[in-house]
């Protein structure tokens, strides 16, 4: 399934560039290939799954070598990854290097919306694919130039589902649940938050106003997911940021 890779360059003050890669094309689906016996495309799944995790691990020890702190941000569509993110790179990204690499099925729009001059974006067109995968961000990561780069945020395609299976070879999977969503999405979506290391929960800023139950949202969440650290945030009034920006710093690889 082809992908595309647009890195966001600014040429010269205020000016903003995006330099299209050719088309990546992964290997042809290997589902139907062989239509011989219905055993082997039930078998293919794990292999494919294999090959995700062994490029994952590849991605993760050139992360590690190069001390740059990786984060995959998982959420539903619309949960506030890139709101957060541009806030992030206007406030913490300030004083320490980050670049993003982010995915959608189709526009360059959150690229656009997070490209600074002092951090490297490249968006990752997936398609029709609704997740992120290792290969992907190996691609998009050798496209950016990383030199003193500190942090690689990796906004995921927003799904709750797949992303979960999908190793990025990333340090911390961080999930955000919004208050738009209701409480009960961690029951709903168990894989994701049990995999994650961080979950923020977003927008609370409007909680009152939705009649939001962040006590039972956080109950929940602590229900499905006791090993991830809670921080309840808004981008918006930047509530709960600086619990967000100390997480960060506090996973930094030493320089
Ligand atoms: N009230 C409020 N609105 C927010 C907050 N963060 C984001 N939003 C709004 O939520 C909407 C979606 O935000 P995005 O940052 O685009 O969400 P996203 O998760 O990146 O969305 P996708 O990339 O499409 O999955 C926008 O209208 C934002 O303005 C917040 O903290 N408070
Ligand atoms: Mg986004
Ligand atoms: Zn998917």
């Not at 006791?226 to 997480?247: C, D, H």
């Amino acid at each position: 399934m082809p992908f595309g890779i647009k890195v966001l360059r600014f040429v010269a003050p205020g000016i903003l560039r995006a330099n299209t890669l050719p088309a990546v094309e992964q290997p042809a689906p290997l589902v139907g290939a062989n239509v011989a016996a219905v055993r082997e495309t039930v078998d293919l799944r794990v292999p494919l799954l294999a090959k995700n995790d062994q490029i994952a691990a590849g991605n993760r020890a050139n992360f590690r070598a190069r001390k740059i702190l990786a984060l995959n941000l998982v959420s539903s569509p619309g949960a506030g990854k890139t709101t957060l993110l541009s806030r992030t790179l206007d406030e913490f990204g300030l004083t320490t290097k980050c670049a993003v690499v982010v995915g959608d099925l189709e526009t360059d729009n959150d690229a656009r919306r997070l490209a600074r001059p002092h951090a490297p974006v490249a968006q990752i067109t997936t398609g029709t694919a609704c997740h992120l995968d290792a290969g992907m961000v190996a691609k998009s990561a050798d496209s950016l130039d990383l030199t003193g780069v500190r942090v690689l945020f990796i906004e995921n395609v927003g799904n709750l589902v797949c992303p979960a299976e999908f190793d990025l070879g990333e340090e911390l999977r961080v999930v955000l649940l919004s208050t738009t969503e209701g409480e009960e999405k961690p029951l709903k979506y168990p894989p994701i938050f049990k995999t994650a290391h961080v979950v923020l929960l977003t927008k609370i800023d409007v909680a009152d106003a939705l009649g939001f139950d962040r006590a039972l949202a956080a109950e929940n969440i602590r229900r499905i997911a006791p090993q991830a650290k809670l921080i309840q945030l808004s981008a918006r009034s930047g509530e709960g940021l600086a619990e967000w920006y100390a997480l960060l710093s506090a996973h930094l690889f030493k320089s």
